[in-house]
């Protein structure tokens, strides 16, 4: 989320005008003959230059205008107690940064039960932002994710034959930002052939493959072990030692994401509105034979590392390094909005009118979420949490919270 430029001919037309010859008294025989009366040239009218096609203005970069709490749709109807331990979370990184240290060491003196005193300290240290994307939108895509749970066991046997696999030997991570700083965040992924390093395999290489010996754990449903990709993290049941670990997140092929449900929607598989994981899970169930060629149309691919589970009730960790919490953790496009700043989110439930206004933090990225106004609304762990996130493609506005400036 062009234009056909088409240049006006202008004919050249000359107008020739006439003049009529005028009649006089005939002159004696001696007297001289009038002379020849010479016509004026032809008026020729002043052709009008031709005006170059205007070329479409360049779009703008993004905006984030001031705004008031009073201006926050149900700003004042949320209880923001219940994103403090989020925010908390986000200022022990974000405390380290100067624009940050003043509001984020003041912040450990309130109250985290007293409602009001969270409302006054936003409200007194921070300045509301509103999101508007480069091509002048003020709403943009909201979609959900969870936190997953799988089958599993450490070694391949019975059901369990499809791997999670830990990052590979052979693959290189190059950081872009200590050559070109500009580049900040930016890293590159690939293998050293030769003497040079060409882009890491794909999805469909992967599978393939010949990665004896990096297998993490496996487990017993190809699907699921897909849309854990997705979502970037889960958690694994194995039966076989009867514990429930943790698979975080570890490195990515390098290969850019591709929506599996944009693709069955571009060939006329599903309609935009079926295009739900749940929508998809129903797609493949009813063709097996083409599981692989769809898992194919998206050759990112994602390596996992294991992480014990000491507190069930404690999320992932997303890209800011805290870990995440359900209804209160959102990912956004790093490169767009800063990364661990308070967002006030004004969306709705999935497929449902029902208001969804309330304070988040930007505490993840993911490969799908590209755009000044994209968030994905972390729902979670459990049953419900995968419903919800499944369905989740609304629409919604964005608003950052910022430290004031000193006047």
């Avoid at 990096?214 to 030692?241: A, C, H, N």
């Amino acid at each position: 989320m062009s234009l056909t430029r088409r240049s006006l001919l202008v004919p050249l037309t000359v107008v020739a005008v006439s003049l009529a010859a005028c009649t006089t008294t005939p002159l004696p025989p001696d007297k001289t003959p009038a002379p020849t009366v010479t016509p004026p040239a032809p008026v020729v009218p002043p052709v009008p230059p031709v005006q170059p096609t205007p070329v479409p203005p360049k779009p703008t970069a993004l905006q984030m205008v001031p705004t008031t709490f009073a201006s926050l749709p149900g700003w004042d109807k949320d209880d923001v107690r219940a994103a403090w331990p989020a925010f908390m979370s986000s200022c022990s990184v974000l405390v380290k940064q100067p624009t940050w240290k003043e509001s984020c060491s003041i912040a450990r003196t309130v109250n985290s039960g007293d409602e009001q005193a969270i409302r006054t300290f936003f409200e007194a240290f921070m300045e509301p932002n509103q999101v508007i994307a480069p091509d002048g939108a003020t709403d943009g895509l909201v979609t959900g994710y969870y936190e997953p749970l799988l089958r599993g066991a450490r070694k391949k046997g019975g059901p369990y034959q499809t791997p999670l696999y830990k990052v590979p030997d052979d693959m290189l991570t190059i950081d872009l930002a200590s050559v070109y700083p500009e580049l900040k965040g930016m890293r590159l992924r690939g293998k050293l052939v030769g003497k040079k390093v060409v882009p890491y395999a794909t999805r469909a290489d992967i599978e393939k493959a010949d990665f004896g010996g990096k297998e993490l754990l496996w487990v017993d449903d190809p699907v699921e072990s897909f849309f854990l990709q997705v979502q970037g993290s889960g958690r694994v049941q194995l039966t076989d030692s009867q514990e429930t670990v943790r698979v975080a997140y570890a490195d990515q092929n390098g290969h850019p994401y591709k929506s599996i449900g944009k693709y069955l929607v571009e060939k006329g598989e599903l309609t935009l509105e079926q295009a739900s994981a749940q929508g998809i899970k129903a797609w493949i169930a009813g063709h097996p034979t083409r599981m692989q060629e769809l898992f194919n149309v998206n050759p990112s691919y994602v390596f996992f590392k294991e992480e014990r589970l000491p507190d069930p009730k404690v999320g992932p960790k997303g890209a800011l390094g805290v870990p995440l919490t359900p209804s209160r953790s959102v990912a956004i496009d790093a490169s767009q909005l800063p990364l661990g700043a308070p967002v006030f989110l004004s969306t709705t439930m999935p497929n449902s009118d029902i208001p969804l206004q309330r304070l988040v933090m930007a505490q993840d990225t993911g490969g799908a979420i590209r755009g000044a106004i994209r968030v994905d609304y972390f729902f979670g762990f459990g049953t419900e949490a995968s419903e919800n996130a499944g369905r989740m493609k609304q629409r919604g506005n964005v608003w950052v919270l910022l430290p004031k400036q000193p006047l």
